[in-house]
């Protein structure tokens, strides 16, 4: 007997549909009954009609793989990376962590001192909940990358975002390696997490097989690691989890997410069988992951878990001025472009930057150019160097390099020592001075230097905007950076259940097939 079309439990336009696709934690059945086609979520009300598809309920942290939640005790399959100078601030990483996502304190470019009372604050307003720090790879100033490690192990912090490396270092490895012993049963324990982000085959294949044995000899002839841990290393790989990083903000190769994760998958697969670990390493995605269609695809790839970044920055809890933030906010997935880096500057590393109003990325281009070009500051025609003195860094090269004096005394010594007698270095020095003040004068709102303003930004951002728009988080001012993640976990669970109706033949209606974000109850959330 069919039911009345009048019936409560039947979804027929548009705004019922979705509301009933929303539902997530209860089945979606399309039925077909009396008056026609149908959508409900009461199973009592389907068996009454004609079952035509159904998806099971999917709650947003039944998404990715349930050990990544349960290796580091959050309650989602996701991640908020670092963003560099404490841009992924302590407010944003405990925010994160109170509501049950792992997060990255951003420590890369963040003086020794400061790393240390930011850990100690994050430990203390996390009360014992899961997080991160950030381990960039900083081939130009190891010492801080030797900081980083010291301070993490000193606070007990249990994970490390290590990115940007272009190959293992002693520091990295003392970190992992550190964390190594045996439990009650004798089996190897890791202590210390690695989360290694990655963009290219061989970088992950070093951090998908154990530490390097020369690396694991030097660390305990200096007494950096036991006996007992240097022979557990050869036992486990440098990397729990490994993050394919496509076209993000920042530090990228802007490598198609679809093309990257199967191939890290299929390396992972093949290292795991050679090396026979006891479970594979997890691989997790990131770089253009800004709204819920991009998560659910990096999910349908086959991915563990999603990082998320440049929508972070424009959030509330992010330590960036609201300048920034507004111009983050206006930004269309065009509005992007590579420039290089300050902490790679002589290998040539670009990242990827926000050139909707700002001229940073052709400014530090033509700095890099003339860098190429040049053996040092005294080689610079004297026109152009006053052109360069007066309109990008607005004061002269002898006052600059006083503050690079300054800078580099307090936070690595060694850096001007190399540049004694070595006018390319001095030069270099000089050069990065710009690159690196730029993204603080964005952090600091100057007023003098927006058109220098360095705001990392992918594409992502953009696709974050076109998503939100006419929704309550199109304003900056509603963007708590725990409200976007919920969102887009949210959205993505929603997002995979209609692609399953699809994949089963149901034709929806457009307005019901897009996630639209809504303030959230707490039963919701």
């Known amino acids: 007997m069919s039911i009345a079309i009048t019936s409560p439990a039947l979804a027929r336009d548009e705004a019922s549909i979705y ?4 539902i997530l934690d209860s089945p979606v059945f399309v039925v077909r009954d009396g008056g026609g086609l149908a959508v409900t ?34 309650r989602y399959a996701y991640q908020a ?10 407010r944003l990483v405990t925010a994160l962590a ?11 470019g963040v003086v020794p001192a400061k790393i240390d009372e930011a850990l100690a604050g994050i430990r203390r307003e996390t009360q014992g909940k899961p997080f991160s720090c950030n381990l960039i790879h900083s081939p130009s100033e190891p010492a801080l990358e030797r900081a980083i490690v010291d301070a993490c192990l000193r606070h007990e912090v249990r994970c490390v975002e290590a990115s940007a490396f272009i190959d293992l270092t002693p ?31 061989e970088v992950a294949e070093r951090f998908l097989r154990p530490a390097p044995a020369s690396f694991v000899r030097e660390l305990l002839a200096a007494g950096e690691i036991t006996a007992e841990q240097a022979e557990l290393a050869a036992s486990v790989p440098m990397a729990d989890d490994i993050t394919g990083e496509a076209d993000s903000g920042g530090h990228t190769d802007r490598r198609p997410l679809p093309v990257l994760i199967p191939s890290l998958l299929a390396l992972r697969d093949r290292v795991w069988r050679e090396a026979g670990y006891a479970r594979p390493v997890r691989i997790g995605a990131a770089g253009g992951i800004g709204t819920p269609a991009a998560a659910a695809a990096a999910f349908a790839l086959g991915a563990s878990y999603i990082v998320t970044g440049s ?16 111009l983050l906010a206006q930004a269309s997935s065009a509005d992007t472009e590579m420039a290089p880096s300050s902490d790679m500057f002589e290998l040539g590393v670009d990242v990827q930057v926000l050139k909707r109003g700002t001229m940073f990325a052709s400014r530090a281009r033509r700095l890099y150019d003339t860098y190429r070009s040049r053996d040092g500051i005294d080689d610079i025609p004297a026109a152009e160097r006053a052109e360069l003195e007066q309109r990008i860094f607005q004061r002269s090269f002898d006052e600059v390099w006083a503050d690079c004096v300054r800078y580099f005394t307090e936070r690595d010594p060694e850096q001007i020592a190399r540049a004694e007698g070595n006018p390319k270095r001095r030069m270099a020095l000089i050069f990065r001075w710009y690159l690196g003040r730029s993204s603080g004068w964005s952090m600091a709102a100057d007023p003098a230097r927006v058109a ?74």
């Not at 509301?19 to 929303?22: G, K, T």
């Not at 990376?81 to 302590?90: H, L, P, R």
């Not at 109170?98 to 890369?108: E, M, N, P, V, Y």
């Not at 490895?173 to 085959?201: E, F």
């Open 19 to 22: 509301h009933q696709l929303s």
């Open 41 to 74: 979520t009461d199973a009592g009300t389907a068996r009454r009609a004609q079952v035509l598809a159904a998806v099971p309920a999917l709650r947003p942290e039944s998404l990715g793989d349930p050990e990544f939640r349960t290796h580091h005790d959050v």
């Open 81 to 90: 990376g670092a963003m560099a100078n404490g841009i992924a601030s302590v």
């Open 98 to 108: 109170r509501a049950g996502f792992l997060s990255s304190f951003g420590a890369a």
């Open 171 to 201: 520091f990295v490895v003392k970190y992992r390696l550190a964390g190594l012993g045996r439990d009650r049963d004798g089996r190897v324990v890791t202590r210390n997490r690695v989360l290694a982000k990655v963009s290219r085959a």
């Open 311 to 326: 929508i972070n920055q424009a959030s509330l809890e992010a330590d960036q001025s609201e300048p920034a933030k507004r």
């Open 452 to 525: 220098d303003y360095q705001i990392w930004c992918g594409p992502a951002m953009g696709g974050f905007n076109e998503w939100v728009a006419g929704t309550y988080l199109a304003a900056p001012g509603h963007r708590h950076v725990a409200d976007l993640a919920t969102q887009i976990m949210r959205g993505a669970a929603f997002t995979t259940r209609v692609n399953q109706l699809r994949a089963a033949g149901v034709r929806l209606p457009a307005a019901c097939s897009t996630y639209v974000p809504a303030p959230l109850t707490e039963e919701a959330s």
